[in-house]
């Protein structure tokens, strides 16, 4: 990918920006998504500029023809990455890696690719001008950039109108009450993705076909769906929102292969570093449904994690299903996940050397 010529960000601050105490009533107990910071970045795109009029702006709605290509064919791809404040200032985890995912995700909805100079600054902008709502502790700034078709046409064909935008949001815990393990719903009647779809790419297209399948988890009283592949039905995927991770007696782990179906979670990437580093065994490999529940039955299986940005690491306790359900371990999680959780926020926040290269400063922060 060529750089973008470099591109002007007009800065626009907000007239009348949040006052401190209510900032401080808001980011009290944020839970994750629900509080908005007070500006975005906006970028456009058209045939004729490319990417242009980058501005940092007041945070509000934006106005779209009703003929809008993504409000009928769901042209649009989105990312997920935190800031976090850390005695080394304000840092981002592998952000490189969310602006090259984020072309290709791009790519496979025919979407324009932004440039990853132009991604990484608009979301050092928006972390530098509402650097006040990044919250210390445990918490994080959620930064979500995502690049829609605006284009008022109606006809089926990539659009020729884009906004890329940038909003964020300050993010405690994704589960609620922040439990110790968490419960998924094994779907056996939908699935994500299959064999050349768009389960790679992170569209807005999954998470809405992936939410009757959530709903249908809640009902359960899970807080996540656990999807198998669309071919067999019988190979575990990954969840909702988060991939997966299986945790052997022998100290091994084993997450599903990246095969086109699953989302390339940096989360996931970052793990199986890790963990290879550690000394373990990983294999990126198929697991079965009977494979899963035969290993519990046996006591093989010890472990077994979610992870993503807004998930973190997070154990999963219990698994239910129509023909049956099972308890992981004790149901509580175990020493292997604790382990892994510490190490990757130890390195998110700054706590832990960066041997890697992993952790990039705001600029200016
Ligand atoms: N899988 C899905 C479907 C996701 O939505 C996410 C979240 O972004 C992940 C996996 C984890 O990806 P990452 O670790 O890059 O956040
Ligand atoms: C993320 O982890 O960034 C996601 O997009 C997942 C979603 C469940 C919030």
Redesign the pocket.
Known sequence: MQAEPTLLFRREPHPRPTSAATRADLMANPGFGKVFTDHMVTIRWTEAKGWNDARVRAREPVTLDPAAAVLHYGQEVFE??KAYRTAAGVTLFRPE??AR?FQRSSDRLAIPALPEALFLKAIDELAAVDVDWIPGGDGSLYLRPFVFASEAFLGVRPALEYWFIVIASPVGNYFKGGKKAVSVWLSDTYT?AARGGTGAA?CGG??ASSLVAQAEASKHGCDQVVFLDAAENRWVE??????IFFVFDDGSLLTPPLGGS????????SIVTLAKRAGRVVREEPYSIEQWRADVRSGRLRECFA?????VVSPIGEIKAANGGFVIGNGEGGEVTDGIKAELTGIQRGEIADVDGWVRKVAGL
């Open positions: 997920g990455l890696q969310n995912r994500r992170k999954n998470y990954e969840l909702g929102g988060m991939n699953i989302l390339e979670g940096i989360t996931r990437d992870c993503g940005t807004a998930a």
